[in-house]
Structure formats: C-alpha cells, structure tokens
C-alpha cells in the first residue's frame, strides 16, 4: 500500500513524554491504513541543537512541508521559551556534552552579537507563525461535549452583592487611534519616524507588502494609560476590592509588557519617589516583573535592601490588595509578566462566580482591569451577564465554535516585528516605496505604536472556512447554526474587513452557496450579547473573529462548556490543501512534569492527540478520493474509542496510585482494538484485532499493576538534570549522527537517558509485548 505520511511533532514537557507512551500505539494501529508516522523535533532543545549544527532545523522543515498539498501534521504544544528558559536548557544541554556557548545577554562583540541571533531565534512564539499557514476551526467534538454534559464540572455560583466589574480605557488607547488601508498595488511599506525639532528621520522598518493587503496601525498613549491605572487602582480601593491586572505579556509581544510595567509604576509609585535613584542603579525594569526587583536587589546593601522591602510592606497596606497568583508564597499578579495571560485569567475569574484570590487566601470581588477597549468590551459584557443572570449551568449550556483569522500572521498585534516606541515626541508615518504617505500618528515619547499586516488571501479563506463550517454544523446539529463576525463598524480595521465580508459574501451568494445560511456582523459587545442568549438556550453559534479574539474565545467558552480548553479541537485547514492539526492548550504543564519527577506519576491527557490522529486519518481517507478505506475504518473505530474512554471516565487523575497517562494509553489501545473488533467493514482489520482486543481486556489487571508498581517514588530523571531534554535514542538515524557529534564519555549518558524515559512511559511489559508484535505484524 502507498504510504500516507503523518507528520508528529517532538516537543516539549509532558506531550513529549506522553508521546513516548502513545506513538508505539498510534503507530501499531495505524499501518494498515499505510499511514507513516514521521516525527519532526521542535522542542525548545530541538531548535536550539539545530541553531548550532547539532541537527537538521526541523522548525525550517515544516515551515516549507505546510505549504504542500500533502501536508497533514500533527503539532502538539510546545515551550514559548522565555530568557530564563533558553538558559536553563543551554545549561543542560552543556551538561549533555554539547559543546554550546553560553547566552550573552549584553553583547559585546560581533561574534556575541551572532551568538544572541541565533539564541533569540529559539525565544518567544517562534513555532507557530512559520506552521499556521491557515486560518484555524476550534470547536469541541461531539463525546467531549456529552461528557461534559453527563458529568459536568463545577463553577461557582455567583454573590448578589458582586462588585467584580471589568474596567477599560475610554481614550488614548489603541481602539482610539487606530488607521487601517488596503493597498491597491504591490509594493515596499517604510515606517518613518520623524522628529519635528531637529527634522530628523529615522526608518524603524521596511517591509514587503501585496495588492489586497490590509494594513492597520495605531498607538498608545503612555501618560493617559498610567492615568486610567491611578484611577482603577483608587477605585478598587475606595471598593475594598482587589486589583487585577489582565493582558498578554508574553515573549510572542513587545507591547503588552510595557503595559505590565506601566502598571507597577503606578501601583508601586512610592517605591520610585523614595528609591528612585536605587531602582536606577540596579537595573530595576518593571516590564519583567517584581521578581526583576527582587534578584536585582541582591545588588544592594543589607540596609538599602531593607528600606526598599520596608517601602512595599508600606505600598501593600497603602494600595488595594492584589489578586495573587499563589497567595501562600506571596506570588501577586505583578510578580511576573506572564503568570496570568488574560486568554487563561479572566476565564478563571469567571469560573470562579467572579471572584478572585487575595493575599490571604480570601476568596474577595475584583476589578478586572483590561486597558485596550478593542476587546475589553466583550468580557465587560459576560461579566454583567453573569451578575444579572447568574453563572452558567454545563450541562445545559450550548456551544461556541470558532472561525480564528490567523493564516499568514494575520493580525499579529503588538509583535515584535511591528511595534516601536518613539524616541522623541513626533510622528510615524507609514509611506509606500514612491514616498506616498499612508498613515500618520503623532506619537509621544515612548509610546506604544504597533502595526499589522493581514492578506486578502487569509481573510477571503477565512469566510469561505465559516460558511463552509455553517452549513457542517446545521447538517450535523439539525439546526440553522448562525455564523457571526466579530467586527465593530467605528474601528478601522474591522471597516475595512467589513466592506471585504460583505463582498465576499454578496459573490457567494452570488454563486448559490449562502442558501440557508444566518449571518451576522456585529461589534464584540453585541456579539458576545447574542452569543450568551444562544448559549443559554443551549444552542450551537459560530463566533469568526480576528486573531486576538480567536486567541480569547477559545479559552473562554471551552472553560466553561467542559472545563479546560485544552479539550478543544483546533483544526487549521490549509491554504495550499493540506491540513495542521494542533492538540492541547494552556502549554506544555511543567507541574505535571515536576510531579512525574518526584512521583513517576504523569497526568497529562492526550485527548487532543487522540482526537488530531482521528482527523488526520480522516483527512488521508478524503485525500485519496475514498480510496483508503482502511484508514476510515480504523479512524472510526478511534471515534468509538474516543467517546468510550470518555463515558468510562478513564482519563488520568491526579494523585498517586490513580489512572495516569500511561493507564489512559491502556485504555484508549483496548477501546480501539474492540471498536475494530467488533465492526464489519474491513473483514481482515476484524480479523487481526480481534485477538488483540482479548488480549488486552484479558491482561487489563497485569497491565495496570506493572504500570503501578512504578508509582510514588522518584523517577530517577531529578538528580540527572532531566528537564528539556530526554536524551539520545542510538536506533533513531539522526539521533546516531548526533551521537557522534559528542565526546565519547557522554554519549553512553545521553542513551542511558533516553532508555530510562522510554523505561519509565512503558513500563508494563505485558502491554509492550501486545503493541510490538502488532507494530512487527
């Protein structure tokens, strides 16, 4: 049989170690179907060893294969490393013997200056822009769905008496300033800053730029934002209510940890007009965080170090109290830039009855403080929502689908390739290669000023993606399912989408293909308004929205249909054919890592993978124009597996001696080997499991004890520095060349390694006896 290429990804924390586990089971089942798993590393040590010549640059690799029509990657979450993680896996990789410098963070030469290039290529969301060359469907498959309505989870009920409210600029923000065109040529764009003083002009930055393009840019003015912060800090205070801090200050954005540090400014004004001159003389920068603060003051004095602790002791009794991140090691939400991403944050707030943690552990109301009205006003909606109408019921509520306009970096705002703060009071202007102004700002000194680029291509696919989806789901759910653009009218860049949706949906009606089709666009207020209605009802609406908003929804209604939204599909269907599929979310769970190290107990759920392998099987069965029918059989029978592993509740637990990973994959093998079984379409995949299958049930109690009897104590990982990198497997034809690479003495340690993970994800050598001889049949 041809061979159907699934690509896998190696990546980073638990899904890799997960992966050691299931892909043995993937593959085993899967071969019949001519499915040839190929497994591509983009795990943070992957793209650092390829960075220096170690390895092939994988990362590089899939940014070509999406591309392809036959492109059907699997993609699960890996590391978007910060600093502090680039170095620690430098470190261990030292350790490994490779032979790597170590991260200059201050250059001082040009060699330290391509040392620190080729390190920062590794730092931040560096994955995801070269992969996503689609625009994205999440949603939540059919036995997630029942499940979580069968056992739903809990959210808090709500006060009467709530004073939690969302609060957000009504000027000088980036909703205010925004200017968006689209360009009628192909052409070179310049953004200039000019200086009026001294007439100076400086190029920020040259881009390449095509006919169609929709490009926006706008600004933040610092003092207004520093001046609506005093005001909701006082507020929260007069309140009695804590104060939270909501964006996404992380290393994929330049913009939104300014913001972050802004807001330490002026919660911690004090700090500045007493110590000043010490924060100046340490370095002290607070975009990174309190604990910048609290390494950098090791500089200092005991007794300067003392009066500046002295200082916050005196803050923190003066200001509103904080909403903590860890209230029992006084971890606040200033501590670090990136402990509460709002897409994860407000979502807990919410699932919370709207309340917060505050630094005794008290459980209080909070002001959730969301400085940018571009998006603000959705949650300021949901949260009145609930204080009028009460928290959400699981087991009754609907669910929200969503069409994510992100294909070709598609409004990626405040990025790093597109945001720049002005080193003067003045203005930029964005100019086309024959010097024609744009767009101009007046800007001030230091501002935030942050530029996008969206593709016709992108949008035009995206509208085709939603419509498509809307007549899916109608015939799926047996309902006219709406679809509703996220698109406010009074901001330039939503116009301009505005004007390009209705065209595009004028031709395609044009065309007969919007028959019975409910279509709506309204800002993000009225939408999440006529969204909630529905989602009461227990009715099924599809939200298409940029790609902050994808970034946000599909963490919020996903929390609170099922609990986490790492349940949610994400499907990317390819602009050039093929397909991406990407598991999990919420990251790569380092505490479910810490607690394997300590415990050999993982409880990582691959549901998302199982779920990616049953569309990317799917996706092979369509691609052959039905003619792999091997590969729909056994992607049904997975479907089948799927929902019983589910109604069986056989996901893993948490603590010891219970379920984990490994006892899930038991699971999920035996589930599936039954569902081809007993099925009747394939009489020689029937024929084959049907033994399989007995044998797994047979041995289901030898199998969950030798997976036990590795349980509550250390895996033995800890004391050799096991963290972002899990050794060297010597079958593997790259891993060999890698080996060679290395001095003799430690190539025998980075095997130990790898045979002691793979010892310790299949540790039932009753189940391995099982899948090796099918992967050998």
């Known amino acids: 049989m041809a061979k159907h290429v699934v690509t896998w990804t190696k990546t980073d924390e638990a899904p890799q170690l997960a992966s050691y586990s299931l892909l043995p089971i993937v593959k085993a089942f899967t071969k019949d179907a001519g499915i040839e798993i190929d497994?591509?590393?983009?795990?943070?040590?992957?793209?650092?060893?390829?960075?220096?010549?170690?390895?092939?640059?994988?990362?590089?690799?899939?940014?070509?294969?999406?591309?392809?029509?036959?492109?059907?990657?699997?993609?699960?979450?890996?590391?978007?490393?910060?600093?502090?993680?680039l170095i620690e896996t430098i470190r261990e990789l030292q350790r490994r013997g490779f032979d790597l410098p170590d991260y200059p963070e201050e250059p001082k030469t040009p060699e330290e200056e391509e040392i620190k290039?080729?390190?920062?290529?590794?730092?931040?969301?560096?994955?995801?822009?070269?992969?996503?060359?689609?625009?994205?469907?999440?949603?939540?498959?059919?036995?997630?769905?029942?499940?979580?309505?069968?056992?739903?989870?809990?959210?808090?009920?709500?006060?009467?008496?709530q004073k939690s409210y969302v609060a957000y600029m009504k000027a000088g923000d980036f909703y205010r300033h925004e200017k968006s065109v689209v360009l009628d040529k192909d052409t070179k764009l310049k953004y200039v800053f000019i200086n009026p003083q001294t007439g100076e002009e400086i190029v920020l930055k040259e881009i390449e730029a095509e006919k169609g393009d929709v490009i926006d840019a706008t600004w933040m003015?610092?003092?207004?934002?520093?001046?609506?912060?005093?005001?909701?800090?006082?507020?929260?205070?007069?309140?009695?209510?804590?104060?939270?801090?909501?964006?996404?200050?992380?290393?994929?954005?330049?913009?939104?940890?300014?913001?972050?540090?802004?807001?330490?400014?002026?919660?911690?004004?004090?700090?500045?007009?007493?110590?000043?001159d010490l924060l100046e003389k340490i370095g002290f920068k607070p975009e990174r965080g309190l604990v910048d603060l609290e390494e950098k003051m090791k500089k200092l004095s005991p007794e300067e170090q003392e009066a500046i602790r002295k200082t916050l002791e005196e803050i923190y009794k003066e200001q509103p109290r904080l909403y903590m991140v860890d209230s029992d090691k006084g971890i606040t939400n200033l501590h670090r830039p990136n402990d509460v991403i709002i897409d994860a944050s407000v979502p807990a707030v919410i699932k919370n009855g709207l309340k917060a943690w505050g630094?005794?552990?008290?459980?209080?109301?909070?002001?959730?403080?969301?400085?940018?009205?571009?998006?603000?006003?959705?949650?300021?909606?949901?949260?009145?929502?609930?204080?009028?109408?009460?928290?959400f019921n699981p087991a009754e509520v609907g669910s929200v689908e969503n069409i994510g306009l992100m294909a070709i970096k598609a409004e990626e705002y405040g990025s790093h390739d597109k945001t720049f703060f002005p080193p003067a009071d003045g203005f930029i202007e964005v100019r086309d290669e024959e010097g024609n102004v744009l767009m101009r700002h007046r800007v001030?000194?230091?501002?935030?000023?942050?530029?996008?680029?969206?593709?016709?291509?992108?949008?035009?696919?995206?509208?085709?993606?939603?419509?498509?989806?809307?007549?899916?789901?109608?015939?799926?759910?047996?309902?006219?399912?709406?679809?509703?653009?996220?698109?406010?009218?009074?901001?330039?860049?939503?116009?301009q989408l505005i004007r390009i949706v209705k065209r595009e949906l004028e031709r395609l009606e044009k065309e007969g293909k919007l028959e019975g089709i409910d279509w709506y666009i309204m800002?993000?207020?009225?939408?999440?308004?006529?969204?909630?209605?529905?989602?009461?009802?227990?009715?099924?609406?599809?939200?298409?929205?940029?790609?902050?908003?994808?970034?946000?929804?599909?963490?919020?209604?996903?929390?609170?249909?099922?609990?986490?939204?790492?349940?949610?599909?994400?499907?990317?269907?390819?602009?050039?054919?093929?397909?991406?599929?990407?598991?999990?979310?919420?990251?790569?769970?380092?505490?479910?890592?810490?607690?394997?190290?300590?415990?050999?107990?993982?409880?990582?759920?691959?549901l998302g993978e199982f779920l990616?392998?049953?569309?990317?099987?799917?996706?092979?069965?369509?691609?052959?124009?039905?003619?792999?029918?091997?590969?729909?059989?056994?992607?049904?029978?997975?479907?089948?597996?799927?929902?019983?592993?589910?109604?069986?509740?056989?996901?893993?637990?948490?603590?010891?001696?219970?379920?984990?990973?490994?006892?899930?994959?038991?699971?999920?093998?035996?589930?599936?080997?039954?569902?081809?079984?007993?099925?009747?379409?394939?009489?020689?995949l029937k024929e084959k499991f049907a033994p399989v299958a007995k044998?797994?049930?047979?041995?289901?109690?030898?199998?969950?004890?030798?997976?036990?009897?590795?349980?509550?104590?250390p895996s033995g990982l800890e004391e050799l520095g096991v963290w972002y990198f899990f050794g060297l497997n010597p079958d593997d034809p790259i891993d060999r060349q890698i080996l060679e690479k290395l001095p003799p003495e430690k190539r025998e340690e980075n095997i130990q390694i790898y045979r002691r993970v793979v010892e310790l994800m299949r540790p039932s050598k009753t189940f391995n006896e099982i899948i090796d001889k099918l992967l050998a049949s």
């Open 39 to 85: 497994v591509r590393d983009i795990s943070l040590a992957g793209r650092v060893l390829a960075q220096f010549g170690y390895e092939p640059d994988d990362l590089a690799y899939l940014g070509e294969l999406v591309w392809k029509p036959e492109c059907n990657l699997i993609k699960l979450p890996n590391i978007s490393a910060s600093v502090p993680q």
């Open 117 to 161: 290039k080729k390190y920062d290529a590794c730092v931040g969301s560096v994955v995801n822009p070269v992969i996503r060359a689609g625009n994205s469907i999440r949603k939540i498959a059919r036995p997630v769905k029942e499940y979580a309505k069968k056992h739903p989870h809990k959210l808090k009920p709500t006060d009467p008496h």
């Open 221 to 276: 003015n610092r003092k207004v934002l520093r001046e609506f912060f005093e005001e909701v800090i006082q507020d929260a205070k007069e309140n009695d209510i804590l104060f939270s801090l909501h964006v996404k200050a992380t290393m994929m954005r330049v913009s939104d940890p300014v913001i972050f540090g802004d807001a330490i400014r002026v919660y911690f004004k004090k700090l500045w007009e007493k110590h000043g």
């Open 359 to 391: 630094p005794s552990g008290e459980e209080d109301d909070v002001v959730i403080t969301v400085p940018d009205r571009s998006y603000a006003t959705m949650y300021d909606e949901i949260v009145e929502d609930i204080k009028v109408r009460g928290q």
């Open 444 to 495: 001030g000194k230091d501002d935030i000023y942050r530029s996008a680029q969206t593709k016709e291509i992108a949008i035009k696919n995206w509208i085709e993606i939603a419509v498509k989806r809307a007549k899916e789901a109608s015939q799926e759910y047996g309902e006219n399912v709406p679809i509703v653009f996220w698109l406010d009218r009074r901001r330039a860049h939503d116009k």
């Open 523 to 606: 800002p993000p207020k009225d939408a999440m308004k006529f969204t909630l209605k529905r989602f009461r009802e227990g009715k099924y609406t599809i939200s298409v929205t940029g790609n902050v908003l994808r970034d946000y929804l599909t963490d919020l209604f996903p929390i609170i249909e099922v609990g986490t939204s790492a349940r949610a599909q994400s499907i990317v269907p390819l602009l050039k054919g093929g397909l991406l599929l990407e598991t999990g979310a919420g990251g790569s769970a380092p505490r479910h890592v810490a607690q394997f190290l300590k415990e050999t107990h993982l409880r990582w759920d691959s």
């Open 612 to 684: 990616a392998v049953y569309e990317a099987l799917m996706h092979e069965y369509r691609k052959s124009g039905e003619q792999n029918k091997k590969a729909k059989v056994i992607a049904d029978a997975l479907y089948k597996a799927i929902y019983k592993y589910l109604m069986e509740d056989k996901t893993p637990k948490r603590k010891v001696g219970e379920l984990d990973t490994r006892g899930s994959h038991y699971y999920l093998a035996r589930f599936w080997a039954e569902a081809l079984a007993e099925q009747d379409e394939d009489k020689e």
């Open 695 to 713: 044998a797994l049930a047979e041995n289901e109690q030898k199998i969950l004890e030798e997976i036990r009897a590795t349980e509550g104590k």
